[in-house]
């Protein structure tokens, strides 16, 4: 049973192009997080929220707390944009989805 | 500048010997965390430290032990190790529970 579930697994797309990725979550949660993961593995968070919306650069994030879902906005993709996202609730502990492997094609 | 650093990167060992591998976090943060990554799955808790002296078993904690002597580090122990345990470890440290996670760069454990 995973109590994240992310989609698409995996997502090619054009330079320029606008991109979202899909988080649904089974648990009750306090927080939700994006993270980034790059070829040689090291992991960031992009993003930590609990309600509504934000932006940092060219990434939004969203979430919808009713629905138990959120999604990840890329504007105007970049190949440097080419990584694994990975969305994490925090619950009683953290559950972390399988991740989502985005490349972009210059 | 304030980081998390793990030690080794690689690791290769053999069925059996006993390896730990390091985490070592000078933010200061409470809370500290030991996860694996295997294809297929997310990351996975394996043990979390909320504090000196407290340790907790996370959800695939067997074969595993964790120490917590002073807030820096958080070292792991496999007691045994299995070809099972072949993975990519990741620290990862937070201030409070609920905000940001820090997460070092990973070792990448090969059991043979």
């Known amino acids: 049973k995973n109590e994240v579930e992310q989609s698409p697994q995996n997502l090619t797309a054009q330079e320029g192009e606008f991109i979202t990725i899909n988080c649904s979550y089974s648990v009750g949660i306090s927080a939700l997080h994006w993270l980034q993961q790059h070829p040689g593995g090291g992991i960031v968070s992009l993003f930590m929220?609990?309600?509504g919306k934000k932006k940092h650069g060219r990434l939004i994030a969203t979430i919808n707390i009713q629905e138990k879902h959120s999604s990840l906005h890329i504007t105007a993709s970049h190949p440097r944009d080419s990584a694994v996202y990975i969305c994490a609730v925090l619950g009683n502990q953290f559950y972390f989805g399988t991740g989502t492997s985005l490349t972009v094609i210059p | 500048d304030a980081e998390i650093t793990q030690s080794p990167r690689h690791k290769i060992t053999e069925t059996g010997r006993q390896v730990t591998l390091a985490c070592h976090q000078t933010?200061?943060?409470?809370?500290m965390f030991w996860y694996r990554q295997d294809l297929g799955h997310g990351l996975r808790l394996i043990h979390y430290?909320?504090?000196?002296?407290?340790?907790n078993k996370g959800e695939v904690s067997d074969g595993y032990s964790v120490s917590r002597s002073n807030t820096e580090d958080l070292p792991l122990t496999l007691e045994s190790a299995a070809s099972s345990q072949t993975s990519v470890y990741f620290c990862?440290?937070?201030?409070?529970?609920?905000?940001?996670?820090?997460f070092g760069s990973g070792t990448q454990l090969s059991v043979l």
């Open positions: 933010w200061n943060h409470n809370n």
């Open positions: 430290s909320y504090g000196v002296q407290d340790t």
């Open positions: 929220l609990s309600s």
């Open positions: 990862a440290s937070s201030r409070q529970w609920n905000e940001k996670l820090f």
